[in-house]
């Protein structure tokens, strides 16, 4: 019998795990699906300040907050590009939880979203960037052509909660997007909630 529930548990908290990243998939489908489809640079000049309980950063002027929401405890929010790159911040998650453990779970669960899309291949690299982060490299195949990517994964912790932050969009792309990803990756604060 408690060889039954454990399953029984193990199959709803996979199903609880699924149903709340689904939309974040959806918006990660989205922006990959739209990848290629031009980009402009980094409005730096214009930051637009966010600040909600417990979070703040600054966004590019030109960069927009695609998904903003609470569920239980978490806090998600993305932030896309004018083109298809996009920042997610992960908020409340997991102080216990490695950060390579969660690069690689955040990975595979993107595969199988997109299963379509995805060209062979990952590479996860540790080293030769910036320190405390993992570096993903991977392609996306759109209309037969494979389009390089690259995904980078930091974790924040505060005095209670830490964060994923999570950066991703095409390599051709990088010279425009890079520097907003530094501004949000810069800017951003775990402040204690009130």
């Known amino acids: 019998m408690a060889l039954g529930f454990r399953r029984q548990s193990r199959r709803r908290i996979a199903a609880d795990r699924t149903g709340r990243w689904s939309w974040l998939w ?45 569920i239980g405890q978490i806090h998600y929010l993305t932030v896309e590009s004018p083109g298809s790159a996009l920042f997610v911040a992960i908020v409340g998650s997991g102080r216990g939880q490695e950060l390579d453990t969660f690069a690689r779970g955040f990975s595979a ?19 030769g960037f910036a320190e405390g982060a993992i570096r993903e490299r991977y392609s996306l195949r759109l209309g037969g052509i494979d ?38 990756l810069r800017s951003f604060e775990l402040p204690e909630a009130p």
Do not use: M
């Open 26 to 70: 959806l918006t990660l489908s989205l922006a990959w699906l739209l990848a290629g489809c031009g980009e402009r640079a980094a409005d730096l000049d214009h930051p637009q300040a966010y600040h909600a309980p417990g979070l703040r950063l600054q966004i590019p002027g030109n960069w927009r907050v695609g998904e903003d929401r609470r």
């Open 109 to 127: 669960e993107a595969d199988r979203q997109l299963p379509a899309a995805q060209a062979p291949g990952h590479r996860f690299e540790r080293s």
């Open 147 to 184: 389009v390089p990517h690259r995904r980078e994964y930091r974790k924040v912790t505060g005095a209670r909660r830490s964060a994923f932050l999570i950066t991703q969009g095409a390599e051709q792309d990088l010279a425009k997007t890079q520097p907003g990803f530094d501004l949000l």
